[in-house]
């Protein structure tokens, strides 16, 4: 079983950049869809960022393409999100997730996913 450790979070003024990451111990990632959600107060958690099984495709949601990159380190234990051009709107408690047995057509799904990392939050004043 892995167990995910995030980190990375904090305060940042609207335009800036925060890195989160997501560290794997137990065991690395290697067969693991690894994603990010993210949960605003009073909404729902939803999809951000992640990386298939077989780490050869990844995924954003609209709302998050071209400012937001998800990457992985060659050992597979640590799996990062760099934000930039940060928005009040990306305010929110942001979750790694992993799983062995999302498929892809499965990856934005929340209830797709057995391990999940404590939550880090991120604020991003105007």
Not at 1 to 11: D, I, K, R, Y
Not at 15 to 31: E, K
Not at 95 to 110: E, G, H, K, M, R
């Amino acid at each position: 079983q892995v167990q995910l450790v995030e980190s990375g979070g904090g305060l940042v003024q609207a335009g800036g950049s925060l890195r989160l990451s997501c560290a794997a111990s137990g065991r690395t990632f290697r067969g693991y869809a690894v994603v990010w959600f993210r949960q605003a107060p009073g909404k729902e958690r939803e999809f951000v960022a992640g990386f298939s099984r077989t780490g050869g495709y990844t995924y954003y949601a609209d709302s998050v393409k071209g400012r937001f990159t998800i990457s992985r380190d060659n050992a597979l234990k640590t799996v990062s999100l760099q934000m930039n051009n940060l928005r009040p709107e990306d305010t929110a408690v942001y979750y790694c997730a992993a799983d062995q047995n999302t498929i892809t057509s499965n990856l934005q799904q929340v209830r797709g996913y057995d391990h999940w990392g404590q939550g880090t939050q991120v604020t991003v004043s105007s």
